[in-house]
């Protein structure tokens, strides 16, 4: 597929919000660059996908891509060639569902593992983790490493991400059923944690068992930094969360939503060991794919997350703290520019990929220094 072109834009911070007390102050794109600060020019890399649901930057130094409807493909990000791997028949792609996140084992090279999750029928709708192994023009040998996830028209998650000691990390939705978060003996409305065999490994929270963390209701975004894990999770009209994800803790759903603010949910945040988020939206943004960004050629990014939204269809990017552990501002850009924005992935040299998910002519969008 062809490198489409598009007038490049350049844009500034549209908003900047210190998280603690709300303070707005409004830029354009005429304003000058702050000390220290670059215009960052965003232009569209690929167009005429459908549904592109996860991105990441491969060690090949190409963006591997999954599609909803089953297709897994490799993005070259100088031409927007697009590379197909392989089509997983087996998906069923019903609302929400699909083919939807990935992760590339981190010993790549001597280990081409790619471990995917989608959603299909066994006496009901599921969902599956399955790892492929990389031939270097295709995806073969399926093993499944966990199935019969319940699943549904919405609230499936699902990220997949392996930390440093290779331990797979999976966030899972309640599959519209909030009766299941905070029953520790299934698997939704959790991040589960495994061995890359699929086997339960010894030190989680309650043996023999996956879950890591339980209470959430459907968290659709997840990355290790800073030897912390973050995500994201749609909250129902209330309540979008980022939280950082610890052993064994609880984060409210569906008796807590956000923070632990009222008398009821105190009550049951003491009680369950309620780990309250970083931060919420109020209305709901529908934040979903993030990552960690700490590359110097936008140096007013670094040491932040990057955070994509669906319903307010914007790029949110965090500022942490020294601690990594508080959010001590938050900007937002491409601002309604180019739709709903599914993930965000980054590239070594700090070029940022954002993919839309509009059902029609999705796109990978590229950011840069100007």
Request: charged fraction near 15%.
């Amino acid at each position: 597929m062809p490198l489409l072109k598009k007038a490049p834009g350049i844009f500034l911070v549209i908003l900047s919000v210190a998280c603690m007390h709300c303070k707005k102050k409004s830029n354009t794109s005429d304003d000058p660059p702050p000390p220290g600060s670059v215009a960052i020019k965003d232009s569209i890399l690929i167009q005429g996908l459908s549904y592109p649901w996860e991105i990441l930057w491969g060690p090949d130094n190409f963006i591997w891509m999954t599609e909803r409807g089953g297709k897994i493909s490799r993005v070259n990000p100088t031409t927007g060639v697009v590379s197909p791997l392989h089509t997983i028949t087996e998906v069923v792609a019903n609302g929400e569902g699909g083919l939807l996140g990935m992760v590339l084992h981190p010993d790549f090279a001597t280990t081409p593992h790619v471990f995917v999750v989608y959603n299909y029928n066994n006496a009901g709708y599921k969902e599956k983790i399955v790892r492929f192994t990389y031939t270097g023009t295709s995806l073969t040998s399926p093993v499944t490493i966990i199935d019969n996830i319940s699943a549904s028209s919405i609230h499936n998650g699902c990220r997949l991400v392996i930390t440093p000691d290779l331990k797979l990390f999976i966030t899972t939705g309640d599959a519209s059923n909030q009766l299941l978060p905070q029953n520790a003996s299934v698997v939704n409305g959790k991040v589960l944690r495994l061995n890359l065999d699929g086997t339960v490994p010894a030190d989680n929270p309650v043996a023999g068992n996956p879950y890591w963390s339980l209470g959430h209701r459907n968290p659709q975004g997840l990355v290790f930094a800073n030897n912390r894990l973050y995500s994201s999770e749609h909250g129902p009209s209330n309540d979008d969360e980022i939280n950082i994800i610890e052993k064994g803790r609880n984060y409210g759903w569906p008796n807590v939503h956000g923070y632990c603010d009222s008398g009821g949910e105190q009550t049951f945040c003491t009680a369950n060991n309620v780990r309250e988020p970083l931060k919420t939206w109020t209305p709901t943004a529908a934040v979903c794919g993030m990552d960690y960004y700490n590359s110097n050629l936008i140096p007013q990014w670094k040491n932040s997350l990057l955070v994509v939204a669906l319903k307010n269809a914007r790029l949110y990017q965090m500022k942490l703290d020294g601690s990594f552990t508080s959010i001590t501002e938050t900007n937002e850009y491409l601002t309604n520019n180019y739709g709903r924005m599914r993930d965000v992935c980054i590239s070594p040299a700090g070029r940022v990929y954002i993919c839309t998910s509009n059902g029609s002519n999705d796109k990978i969008i590229e950011l840069k220094a100007q």
